[in-house]
């Protein structure tokens, strides 16, 4: 069956970390918070059975105090996710909120505001850490997003050459668990197990130090038994001693 062999690869992966005597990070990260839903609740029930908490990536113009209470009794640390979460960028180009057609004074502005009005909302529960929605940014305002009171940063894929420059607590994720191009739901559990091998066979086999496999998802679109399937894989990687699953305040804290 392809779920016994995408189970079987992953496990055979775990062992070349160990006999490496290494450990596979994992940290997970939760994008566009705004309101309290049955999603969001399917989400909380999974962070509660798994010990092991997300960092949630909340849009402040969206965000609601009902969000907070939601939220008041299960300590997550709060990312600023762009300010309204609105593409400026030209119906041909790829969306971003804080894109190349924007001002940079208008950008500063925002971000400022964004970090603002979430700590307003959250209080103590908001990290200094921006997370870009679309996970795009204008690669220039990197830079100066220390000075805009942002110690840490995360979006996707492969860090850019700014890391080095950036002087941020930089940590991306690498697993997208939905299908965004065509079904925008759950891609489901052999891939979602395959993406965690593979990036873990990357972060491996890197002739640098290798960062923390991050695991990304918007709880928005996804239903309670996708949850189910989440939940299983995150228990089998819990179980294995080669994988330590890292806090969000251990990565930008
Ligand atoms: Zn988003």
Redesign the pocket.
Known sequence: MKADSETKNLMAELAKWSRKNSMAQIWWRD??ASRPTSNLDWMLKTIHSLEFKPLL?A?PNLSSRELAKALETNGLPIAV??LS?SNYEPADSRKSEFGPSRDLHDIKKDLIQAKEQLSCIFGDSVIDCFVP??NRIREDIIPNLSELGFSGFSSFGKRSSKVHESNLKWFNTHVDVIDWPNTRQFIGRDAMISQITDNLRRQRTRSVTSEPVGVLT?HLNMIESDWEEFRNIFTVLKKNNAVRFVDPLELFH
């Open positions: 994008d566009d990536a849009i996710h762009g979460h929605p679309w918007h």
